[in-house]
Nanobody
């Protein structure tokens, strides 16, 4: 049982900034990946950014230079700093993690409930 608790979504003007937070809790032995996906109305869910247990990051071309993913491993928390926001960034943002619940378990994927980010022009 793993739970992801998100915060930080909201309404912001074009060019503004938001920081999303996601804390993982529950039966976690190790976190392999944490990150963010987003889904705009009528569109499929797509990758925004991820960070691995080793600290390696990956992000979509559409957000490079504007969004930064980071983590606080002691708190099992991942952040997404979003700067220079554009109306096309409007979407539901979903926290995502891949974890092992025990040393011998398989890897499992979990999703947060989603948080709305709306960027007005």
């Amino acid at each position: 049982q793993v739970q992801l608790v998100e915060s930080g979504g909201g309404l912001v003007q074009s060019g503004g900034s938001l920081r999303l937070s996601c804390a993982a809790s529950g039966s976690i032995f190790s976190i392999n990946v944490m990150g963010w996906y987003r889904q705009a109305p009528g569109k499929q869910r797509v990758l925004v950014a991820t960070i691995t247990s080793a600290g390696s990051t990956n992000s979509a071309d559409s957000v490079k230079g504007r969004f930064t993913i980071s983590r606080d491993s002691a708190k099992n928390t991942v952040y997404l700093q979003m700067n220079s926001l554009k109306p096309e960034d409007t979407a539901v943002y979903y926290c995502y993690t891949v974890v092992r619940t025990t040393i011998s378990s398989a890897q499992y994927q979990y999703w947060g409930q989603g948080t709305q980010v709306t960027v007005s022009s």
